[in-house]
């Protein structure tokens, strides 16, 4: 019942930006933390950044200055914004709400 989808993944050259988006269904969204995680290739998936339900904001040292989380909950939606990115970026990225449910990710993949 309860569904999240992730779009927005593709590829892009270094110092470029993409944004992702997460769409929900079955479930009150407004009301739950979301969250952004990454996973590269035999690394541990890790947090990017997470959005309250009144939000607030919080990144990873390595991405604050350019990645923007936003919300838009009349569309049941959280938003990432990636800008300058880098290849390190390169990664699978996960949306989670409400520290439970997870979208099935995209990839995003920073090459010249």
């Known amino acids: 019942q309860v569904r999240l989808v992730e779009s927005g993944g593709g590829l892009v050259q270094p110092g470029g930006s993409l944004r992702l988006s997460c769409a929900g269904s079955g479930i009150i969204f407004s009301v739950y933390t979301m969250d952004w995680y990454r996973q590269a290739p035999g690394k541990e998936r890790e947090l990017v950044g997470l959005?309250?339900?009144?939000?607030?904001?919080n990144y990873r040292d390595s991405v604050k200055g350019r990645f923007t989380i936003s919300r838009d909950n009349a569309k049941n939606t959280m938003y990432l914004q990636m800008d300058s990115l880098k290849p390190e970026d390169t990664a699978i990225y996960y949306c989670?709400?409400?520290?439970?449910?997870w979208g099935q990710g995209t990839q995003v993949t920073v090459s010249s």
């Open positions: 959005i309250t339900s009144g939000g607030s904001t």
């Open positions: 989670r709400g409400g520290q439970q449910w």
